[in-house]
């Protein structure tokens, strides 16, 4: 049993759907006006030479027209006063899918950049890309090809 095949194939299907779903919300995703619920400083400043930057877990709400109401979570990095969705009284704007509000971003982090074509491609690699079969030497030979078998 091919036990890594069987841990990185999952990892490799959330990456890419993750690479893959982000960049069709902010393209063909509905927006609502969320607002903040909770933040969450992690407790730990990050070792860079700008000072005071932390990572916010932030948990947000927002409506789809039909009145029913979503939550979700996302992670933003920055200082207190740069982070706009830190401030409990401003809204933001969501981008979610409209056949499945349960997917949503915050509008600032669906749009397309560079990062989602890397981590789909690392996805695709990780599920399918390092999987392939390749031809075995003896196969070749019986198929009268060049190969390692006896010479005649």
Avoid at 27 to 52: I, K
């Amino acid at each position: 049993m091919n036990w890594a095949r069987i841990l990185l194939t999952p990892l490799g299907l959330v990456l890419l759907a993750w690479g893959l779903a982000v960049p069709m919300l902010g393209l063909f995703g509905a927006e609502a006006t969320a607002t903040v619920t909770a933040t969450r400083r992690l407790n730990y400043e990050r070792n860079e030479p700008l000072r005071n930057r932390f990572n916010y877990t932030i948990n947000y709400e927002f409506a789809v027209p039909d009145g029913r109401t979503f939550e979700g979570t996302t992670m933003m990095l920055g200082d207190f006063s740069k982070v706009p969705a830190l401030l409990k009284a401003q809204p933001f704007r969501v981008r979610y899918a409209p056949f499945w509000p349960v997917i949503s971003a915050p509008a600032i982090q669906a749009r397309p950049n560079i990062e989602h074509p890397i981590v789909a491609g690392v996805g695709w690699l990780l599920a399918f890309g390092l999987w392939r079969r390749k031809p075995s030497r003896r196969s070749n030979a019986t198929r009268g090809g060049k190969g390692t078998g006896p010479a005649s």
